[in-house]
C-alpha cells in the first residue's frame, strides 16, 4: 500500500510539473511577441522565416477570399504596353515623344504626372548623337542646329506638376565612403519628424540604400518632384507593402507615390509623426496616411486590377478618354515583360510595378487602408496565452477526443475573429502564431496526458490485478464504460474449488505457517487460472471460484474449465504430496465444475462494486464441489461442461438430485483424476453402469460386487454396490446434505 501511495504522489506529481513547464514556455513566448510588438526593434527580429511566410500566406488568402468594394478615385495609369511599342517603335522611345505624351497628358487635365519609368541616360536619338554618329560636316553641322531632344522634354515639364523617378540600391558596402547627401539632387522640400522619438532614432526604421540612379540633371530641374519608384518585397518577390519614405545614407527621400500625393494636392512638406516604435503615420498636405515603423502602407489588392490602365497609344493618338484623366494623378509605366518592371501579387501572378504605385495612390487618397494595428503583436500573444493555456490545461484532465474538440472550437473561434477584423475592419491580425501555439499546447499537454495516463493505467492495472483476475482489468481499461451497476445474462463456465482439513491444519497449526502455505497454495492455483484465462470471482479463505467467459466472451469455455480443473487438480495434489512428506497434514482439493446461463456484472451498489455472477449455475457448481465428499471423488464435473468440450475423458458418476433440488443432475469424474491401479478399468466400470443405468438391478449388483471384489479403493464402486445393497434400482441418486 505504502509503494501504491507512493507511486500515486509521483504521478501527480508528473502532472503538476507539465502544468508548471507549460505555464512558463507560454508566458515566455508570449512575452517574447509582446516585446517584439511594444519594443523600438522590429517584431521580425523574433520572427522565424517559416512563421512569417505562413502570416503573410493568411493575408495573401484573406486578399484572394475578400476585396471590398471599389471607391472611385482619381488615379489612372498610362500604360507603355505591347500595342504602344508596336505603333511607336521599342523603348526607351525619343524624349520628344515622351514629351508628346506629357503635353497630350497636361492639356486632356492630368493634376499630376508621375513617371515609374528611369531617364537617366541622354536621349541617344538627340540631333546632338546622331551628329556625332554621323561624323559628316554637312549633316552634323545641320542636326546641330536642331533643338536637343532632353531639353525638349524638359520644357514640356516645366508647370506641369510632373514627377520624376529615381532608383535606389543596396551596394551591399561595397559603395565609396563619401556623405550621399552630397549626391542627393536638390529638390524644394524635406520631411519633417514630429513625435516621441528623436529624428535619427526614426530614421534607422526606414529602408536603408547607398546608391542611387538619378534623372538627368537637365529634366529634374525641370520636374515638380522626385520619388523613388522602389519596392521592398517579401522574400518570395510578392509586393505586399509600399514605403512612403525611405532612407539613402542619412536623407529622406518619398517614394514615387508619396511624392505624386505631395504634388497632386499642392503640399511641401511631408510631415512624419513618430512613436517609440518607429513610424506612426505620415501627413501630406490635409492627408494623413496611418503607416507602420518602417513608413510603409499594406496593398489592398482588387480584382478588376487592370481597370485604371489606358494604353500610352491611344493617349498619343488623342483616341483616350478625357474623363479617365483630367483631375487626376495619372503614373506613366510599363506591363511589357521584356522592359523587367513586373512584381508578383498575392495571387501569385505577374503585374507591373506601376500598379502597386497606383493602388497605394488609391487608398491614400480614398483613406481605405489596410492596417495591421500597432499592438497587433500583443492582441496576438494574448490570444497564444490564453488559447494554449485553456486547451493545455483542460488536454491534462480531459479525454483526447474532448480535448481535440475544444481545440477545434477554439481555432474556429480564432479564425473567424480574425477574419471578421479583416472584412469589418480592414485590419491584418495574425492567426497563424497563436494556432501552432493552441496546436502545440494540445499536442504537447495531450501527450504528457497520455503518458501520465498510462503510468497511472499501469500502476491501477498492477494494484488492481492483486485484487481481481488480470483479464478483468484490461477488459476494464479497454472498455471503462462497464464499470457501471448492473449486469447481462451469458452462459458461463464455473470452478469451484475447497480445501479438505484446512480448518482443523488452522486449529492444531501455528496460524502464521498456515497462512503462509495457504498463500503459496492459491499463488499456485491462481496462475493456473489466469493462464487459462479465467477470472477469479472470489476467494473464500482456502476456497476458490472462477469464472469463465465473462467478461470477455470466450467460446470454448466449456474446455477452458474442464482443462482448468484438471491442472488445478495436478498442482493441489502435488502440493498436499510433498506438504505431507514435510509432516504437514495438508488435505487433497475438492472441485467441482459446471456450466450455465447467470447474470454477470457490478454488485453491491455504489459504495462498492463487486463484480460477480447470480444465477443457480453457481450455485450448482458449489454444490458439486461440496458433494465429492459423499462420493468419495476429488472432482465432479456436470453432463455441460462434458457436452461443451471437444475431449473429455470422464466416467458417469451418476444422476444426482442435489439438495434443494427437483431435477437430476447427471454427472462425472474426469479419468485424469482417479487412481488407475486402484479403480476399475474404464470398460468394466462402463458395462457395470449400463446395467445400472437401464435399470437391471441383479446384474448391476453383481458386476459391481466383482468390481469391488477386484477394486475395493474404487470409491465410486463402493458408492454404487452400498446403494444396491440398500435398495437402489438405477443411477439417480438423492442427496440430503450438501
Not at 709 to 718: A, N, R
Request: net charge neutral.
Amino acid at each position: 500500500m505504502a509503494r501504491n501511495r507512493r507511486a500515486s504522489r509521483r504521478s501527480g506529481n508528473s502532472t503538476q510539473t507539465a502544468v508548471y513547464v507549460l505555464l512558463v514556455c507560454s508566458l515566455l513566448y508570449a512575452l517574447v511577441l509582446a516585446v517584439a510588438g511594444f519594443g523600438k526593434q522590429s517584431s521580425r527580429a523574433f520572427d522565424p522565416y517559416l512563421i512569417r511566410q505562413l502570416r503573410l500566406a493568411q493575408f495573401d488568402q484573406f486578399q484572394r477570399w475578400y476585396q471590398p468594394p471599389a471607391v472611385p478615385a482619381p488615379v489612372s495609369v498610362v500604360d507603355i504596353d505591347e500595342a504602344s511599342l508596336k505603333a511607336y517603335g521599342q523603348w526607351p522611345w525619343p524624349r520628344t515623344r515622351v514629351a508628346e505624351l506629357v503635353q497630350r497628358l497636361h492639356v486632356a487635365g492630368a493634376k499630376a504626372i508621375a513617371f515609374d519609368v528611369l531617364m537617366a541616360e541622354p536621349d541617344r536619338t538627340s540631333p546632338k548623337a546622331m551628329a556625332e554618329l554621323w561624323q559628316d560636316p554637312q549633316a552634323s553641322a545641320l542636326l546641330r542646329g536642331l533643338p536637343d531632344h532632353d531639353e525638349v522634354l524638359a520644357k514640356a515639364l516645366q508647370g506641369s506638376s510632373v514627377v520624376l523617378g529615381t532608383l535606389f540600391s543596396d551596394s551591399g558596402g561595397s559603395a565609396s565612403g563619401k556623405d550621399l547627401s552630397e549626391t542627393l539632387p536638390k529638390v524644394p522640400y524635406q520631411p519633417v519628424f514630429l513625435g516621441l522619438d528623436d529624428e535619427h532614432e526614426s530614421k534607422r526604421r526606414l529602408h536603408k540604400f547607398d546608391t542611387a540612379v538619378w534623372p538627368l540633371p537637365v529634366l529634374l530641374a525641370s520636374a515638380g518632384g522626385l520619388g523613388a519608384i522602389n519596392f521592398v518585397p517579401d522574400a518570395d518577390s510578392v509586393v505586399r507593402r509600399v514605403p512612403l519614405l525611405m532612407r539613402l545614407g542619412e536623407q529622406i527621400v518619398p517614394s514615387l507615390s508619396a511624392e505624386a500625393l505631395r504634388v497632386y494636392l499642392g503640399a511641401t512638406k511631408h510631415l512624419v509623426r513618430t512613436k517609440e516604435s518607429g513610424v506612426q503615420d505620415v501627413r501630406i498636405g490635409k492627408t494623413v496616411v496611418p503607416t507602420d515603423g518602417e513608413a510603409e502602407i499594406w496593398l489592398q489588392y482588387s480584382k478588376d486590377r487592370d481597370r485604371k490602365f489606358i494604353s500610352a497609344a491611344k493617349v498619343l493618338q488623342g483616341a483616350a478618354d478625357a474623363s479617365r484623366i483630367k483631375g487626376h494623378i495619372v503614373l506613366v509605366g510599363t506591363s511589357v515583360f521584356g522592359l523587367l518592371d513586373l512584381r508578383y501579387d498575392p495571387w501569385g501572378e505577374l503585374m507591373p510595378g506601376v500598379r502597386a504605385h497606383a493602388m497605394a495612390l488609391e487608398q491614400m487618397l480614398t483613406g481605405q487602408y489596410l492596417e495591421r494595428p500597432g499592438g497587433a503583436s500583443v492582441i496576438e500573444a494574448a490570444l497564444m496565452l490564453a488559447g494554449s493555456l485553456i486547451v493545455g490545461l483542460y488536454a491534462l484532465r480531459a479525454t483526447a477526443r474532448r480535448s481535440a474538440l475544444l481545440t477545434l472550437v477554439l481555432l474556429l473561434l480564432l479564425w473567424a475573429g480574425v477574419w471578421y477584423a479583416y472584412v469589418a475592419e480592414h485590419l491584418l491580425l495574425d492567426a497563424i502564431n497563436p494556432t501552432l501555439a493552441i496546436v502545440l499546447s494540445f499536442v504537447l499537454t495531450s501527450i504528457v496526458h497520455h503518458v501520465v495516463t498510462e503510468r497511472e493505467r499501469r500502476w491501477v492495472r498492477q494494484a488492481f490485478s492483486r485484487y481481481v483476475s488480470p483479464n478483468r482489468v484490461a477488459h476494464l481499461m479497454a472498455h471503462p464504460d462497464q464499470l457501471r451497476l448492473g449486469g447481462q445474462r451469458r452462459i458461463c463456465s464455473f470452478v469451484f474449488t475447497d480445501l479438505v482439513g484446512f480448518t482443523t491444519l488452522m486449529e492444531k497449526t501455528d496460524p502464521a505457517q498456515v497462512v503462509a502455505l495457504l498463500n503459496e497454495y492459491l499463488e499456485g492455483m491462481l496462475v493456473i487460472v489466469f493462464k487459462h484465462e479465467g477470472t477469479l470471482e472470489r476467494i473464500m479463505g482456502d476456497a476458490v471460484a472462477v469464472l469463465f467467459s465473462a467478461p470477455v466472451t470466450q467460446p470454448d469455455h466449456c474446455q477452458r474449465a474442464f482443462d482448468c480443473a484438471l491442472e488445478m487438480h495436478v498442482f493441489a495434489s502435488a502440493y498436499a504430496r510433498r506438504l505431507q512428506a514435510q509432516g504437514v497434514p495438508w488435505g487433497h482439493t475438492r472441485i467441482g465444475v459446471h456450466s450455465g446461463e447467470v447474470v454477470v456484472g457490478n454488485f453491491g451498489g455504489k459504495t462498492l462494486f463487486d463484480y460477480r455472477a447470480l444465477g443457480d449455475p453457481i450455485n450448482t457448481a458449489a454444490r458439486l464441489e461440496s458433494v465429492n465428499k459423499h462420493l468419495g471423488t476429488q472432482m465432479c464435473v456436470s453432463q455441460t461442461i462434458v457436452d461443451g468440450c471437444s475431449n473429455a475423458p470422464v466416467r458417469v458418476v451418476g444422476r444426482l438430485v442435489l439438495k434443494g433440488r427437483s431435477q437430476p443432475l447427471r454427472t462425472y469424474e474426469p479419468l485424469a483424476v482417479i487412481d488407475a491401479a486402484q479403480c476399475a478399468s474404464v470398460a468394466e466400470y462402463a458395462a457395470a453402469m449400463q446395467s445400472l443405468e437401464s435399470g437391471q438391478a441383479s446384474a448391476a449388483l453383481a458386476a459391481f460386487e466383482r468390481l469391488a471384489v477386484s477394486h475395493p479403493l474404487d470409491p465410486l464402486v463402493q458408492l454404487h454396490l452400498q446403494r444396491l445393497r440398500e435398495g437402489a434400482s438405477d443411477d439417480l441418486i438423492v442427496m440430503s446434505e450438501k
